[in-house]
């Protein structure tokens, strides 16, 4: 073989346009095997979700706890499924009381269709129970939720008038309000501002994973009582609260895609320090 | 009344008079205060909602044109945008979720579509992991030892099998994250004050349309 076939054979077999097809491949393989044929890989609970949990178990009959779902249907792959195991837990609680809230046009539909038919309301009665606001536009929103619901809040998603359930006739003002569970791409900054500070409500919630750092600010000072890390958060939850669903049947893809992410790091480093030791020999 | 004086004036009063009264509702707890800053919120919850339908206007606007000059290489885009847009609305204000029309549409094209358009982005973060996740220099090897100890963490698997990634991870969480994000954050805040301030001073004309230049 001349010098030249040889370097050019030795050069590298992996092209980026390979690689790229490498890289698709293991990702569609490691995503859809362990969804068609779960392993039941070993989940762990971990610190935010353990504190989300027993904080929501502090609820008592007759609190009044308003629920927050801010997801539009992108990342309804990734938060529905704490959404659902959420709410669940809620409606578990024998005498909590449940506002459902979203600043979204898209979360209503989700909720309709997606969310809603998943859940068992064991037996809560809607309008004493548990109520639906719907979607409530612009950025004032939550601060009338919080000085003047009655003001701004005239029916619920369903189109009917809310001063004819005895649920809203109880919640005048944030200070009725116990606790604050937010769904959304954020760490519920607006509910710090417009409950916490002013009548020292509780609040918890879900995010997506690339804000779970976000939300560690507001968890390390103690004004996020607990905080679920996105799909994983949802499945140690459904876990917690014994209640298996959409998030627990996705870890096990989790854990080979993060696999397949770390070996795709490496092998890039591996060919990386390859291709510079060819050209230092050069 | 002079045209600076309706141009400018004008709506730098407004906003000034609405910023110190919506401060002052939040902080003084007067009865005539809170009732008309409820009025206020509840105003701009309706402007809100107009917005949505302000938006519905303009893109039927922009994209009626281009189907009305038969804009080569966009009219088509355009009719297929307006006419989707056309049935979603019509068969969701017909019935919701109990239309057939909405509901297969929903479910089946919308959601699905979403969802798919952000599941690319595994391919995409994979792929710039390949490119980028390198030891060429100590920031890149930092970032990328923390990269890999964060991806432990989140994988259930190699959590339980490597279970010092746990207090490494909550470390880098609860340690470097927290330390450096509460200085951008209170950076963030302190910008943020600036501007109410130059705002409330008539200082900030850009949300009135006007320019530096143009002051």
């Known amino acids: ?282 | 009344m002079s045209k600076v004086w309706m141009r400018k004036s004008l709506p730098q009063l407004i906003i000034v008079v609405l910023a110190i009264w919506m401060i002052a509702e939040y902080f003084i707890a007067v009865k005539w205060i809170e009732n008309v800053g409820s009025i206020l919120r509840t105003f701009q919850t309706s402007v809100g909602a107009f917005a949505l339908g302000l938006g519905v206007v303009a893109t039927v606007y922009q994209h009626g044109g281009h189907v009305w000059r038969r804009t080569p290489g966009r009219w088509f885009y355009s009719g297929v945008l307006l006419t989707t847009m056309t049935v979603m609305a019509v068969s969701g204000l017909i019935g919701w979720l109990d239309q057939p029309i909405f509901a297969y549409l929903w479910n089946n094209v919308y959601i699905p579509s979403q969802q798919t358009v952000y599941s690319l982005l595994m391919f995409y973060i994979t792929y710039a992991s390949w490119r980028a996740l390198r030891i060429s220099s100590i920031p890149s090897t930092v970032f990328m030892i923390c990269a890999i100890i964060v991806m432990m963490m989140n994988a259930p698997l190699l959590q339980y099998y490597i279970p010092i990634s746990t207090p490494l991870a909550n470390w880098l969480f609860n340690i470097p994250n927290v330390g450096s994000s509460r200085g951008m954050a209170l950076a963030t805040i302190g910008g943020t004050i600036a501007v109410y301030l130059r705002t409330l001073l008539g200082r900030e004309l850009g949300m009135i349309g006007i320019t530096a230049g143009e002051e």
């Open chain 1, 1 to 282: 073989m001349s010098e030249r076939l040889e370097t050019r054979v030795r050069k590298s077999w992996l092209t980026p346009e390979r690689a790229h097809y490498i890289i698709a491949i293991g990702i569609f393989i490691l995503a859809s095997v362990p969804l068609l044929t779960p392993f039941g890989l070993p989940l762990e609970i971990s610190e935010t979700t353990q504190a989300y949990y027993d904080t929501v178990e502090t609820l008592k009959p007759g609190d009044i706890v308003i629920y927050e779902w801010n997801m539009g249907s992108a990342q309804f792959g990734e938060m529905g499924a704490p959404a659902i195991v959420q709410l669940q837990q809620l409606f578990n609680k024998a005498g909590v009381r449940i506002i459902v809230f979203q600043p979204t046009s898209e979360a209503p539909g989700l909720f309709d269709a997606n969310i809603f038919p998943a859940l068992d309301l064991k037996g809560k009665v809607y309008g004493i129970d548990w109520i639906n606001l719907g979607f409530y536009p612009g950025g004032a929103v939550i601060a009338a939720l919080a000085t003047d619901p009655h003001q701004l809040f005239l029916k619920d998603h369903y189109g009917n008038a809310l001063s004819q359930y005895s649920l809203w006739n109880d919640y005048r003002t944030g200070a009725d309000c116990e606790m604050i569970i937010f769904n959304e791409v954020g760490h519920g900054g607006s509910y710090m501002t417009q409950f916490q500070i002013k009548w020292g409500t509780t609040i918890v919630g879900a995010t997506v994973a690339a804000q779970y750092a976000d939300c560690m600010l507001y968890y390390t000072s103690g004004q996020l009582k607990g905080v679920l890390n996105s799909l994983r958060g949802g499945a140690e939850l459904e876990k917690l609260t014994n209640n298996p669903g959409r998030g627990l049947s996705a870890m096990d893809a989790m854990s080979t895609l993060h696999l397949w992410l770390i070996l795709v790091v490496v092998a890039g480093n591996v060919q990386y320090f390859s291709k510079r030791r060819r050209e230092g020999k050069r």
